[in-house]
C-alpha cells in the first residue's frame, strides 16, 4: 500500500525516468540500442522495478507507469535524432495489465504519431506471462497491430515459461531474450544452461529471430555466445543502465 503510494506521487511529481542499458551487435560491435529501464527517484536514491513490484501489480499505476517511460523514452529519442545520433531502437517492458486494456497498441501508436518518431525506433518487450495469463486473441491482435506498424516484438525472459514454442508460432515474434538465469553457466561447456542456450539460438536462427542474451557480465561468457552466433549482447559486461544524460554521453563517443 505505501509502495502504491509513493508510486502515484512518484507519477505526479514526475520522478519516474528510463535507464538506459546498451545493447551491442555481436557481429559488429555497434551499439544497436537500449532497453529502457524503469527507475524511481525516491529520496536521494534509485528504486529499482524489483522493489517496485507491489505498484507494478495494480493495473492503473501500472499501465501509468508504461505511459510514462514510453513519453520519456520518446522525448530522449527525438534529442538524439536532433543530435544526430544514430542509437538504433529502444526497447520498453510492458505489464500484463498493458495488455489487460484493449487499447495498448494505440497508445503506443498515437504516442508516436504525435510526437513524429517512427515506430521502427521501438522495441516492445513482452513476457511469457502475457502470453499464457491474458486471454490470447486479443494479445495477438494487439501485438500484430503494432507488429504491422513497424513496432519490433520481443519476446522476453525466454526459456522461463511455459509453451514457449507455441509461441513463436502464433504471435509476431521478432526478437527472443534469452533469460539470464540461462547465461550464468554457459561457459561451463558441458553444462545443461549450455546445451539449452545453443538449442534456442539454432531455433530462432531456423525462425529467422533475432536473438539477445541478457546478464553476460564476463568475457567468457561473451565468446561463448558469439561463437554460437547469438546476434545481440546486454549486461554489465557491455554497460550498466543509466540515465539519459550518460546514454547520450555513450552514443556520442560511439557515433
Ligand atoms: O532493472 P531491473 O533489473 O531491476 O528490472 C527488473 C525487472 O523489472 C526486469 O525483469 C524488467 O523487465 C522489469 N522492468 C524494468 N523496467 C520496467 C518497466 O518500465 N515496466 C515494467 N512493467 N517492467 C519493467
Ligand atoms: O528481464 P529483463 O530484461 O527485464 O531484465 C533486465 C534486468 O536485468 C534489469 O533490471 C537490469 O538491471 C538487470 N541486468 C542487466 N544486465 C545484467 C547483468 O549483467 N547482470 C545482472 N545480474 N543483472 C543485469
Ligand atoms: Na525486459
Not at 511529481?13 to 544497436?32: A, W
Request: aromatic content about 8%; glycine content about 6%.
Amino acid at each position: 500500500i505505501q509502495m502504491l503510494y509513493d508510486a502515484r506521487e512518484a507519477l505526479r511529481h514526475d520522478r519516474i525516468v528510463p535507464f538506459y542499458q546498451p545493447k551491442i551487435s555481436f557481429h559488429t560491435g555497434e551499439c544497436v540500442g537500449f532497453e529502457a529501464l524503469l527507475r524511481w527517484h525516491h529520496e536521494q536514491v534509485f528504486r529499482t522495478p524489483d522493489e517496485i513490484a507491489a505498484a507494478l501489480s495494480d493495473p492503473g499505476t501500472s499501465t501509468q507507469i508504461t505511459d510514462r517511460i514510453l513519453d520519456k523514452v520518446i522525448g530522449d529519442i527525438l534529442a538524439w535524432e536532433a543530435e544526430g545520433l544514430r542509437f538504433g531502437r529502444v526497447a520498453v517492458n510492458s505489464s500484463t495489465h498493458d495488455f489487460s486494456r484493449g487499447d495498448f497498441a494505440e497508445r503506443i501508436l498515437t504516442r508516436l504519431e504525435r510526437a513524429g518518431v517512427a515506430a521502427h525506433r521501438i522495441e516492445l518487450e513482452v513476457t511469457e506471462s502475457v502470453l499464457t495469463e491474458q486471454l490470447s486473441t486479443s494479445v495477438e491482435s494487439t501485438l500484430r497491430t503494432l507488429s504491422d506498424a513497424g513496432v519490433t516484438i520481443a519476446l522476453d525472459d525466454f526459456g522461463t515459461g511455459y509453451a514457449s514454442l507455441t509461441h513463436l508460432k502464433q504471435f509476431p515474434v521478432d526478437v527472443l531474450k534469452i533469460d539470464r538465469s540461462f547465461i550464468e553457466q554457459i561457459d561451463l561447456r558441458e553444462s545443461e544452461d549450455a546445451m539449452i542456450v545453443r538449442t534456442i539460438l539454432d531455433l530462432a536462427k531456423r525462425l529467422g529471430i533475432l536473438t539477445v542474451a541478457e546478464g553476460i557480465e564476463t568475457a567468457s561468457q561473451a565468446r561463448a555466445l558469439a561463437q554460437w552466433d547469438c546476434d545481440v549482447a546486454q549486461g554489465y559486461l557491455f554497460g550498466r543502465p543509466t540515465d539519459a544524460e550518460a546514454a547520450t554521453r555513450l552514443l556520442q563517443n560511439w557515433n
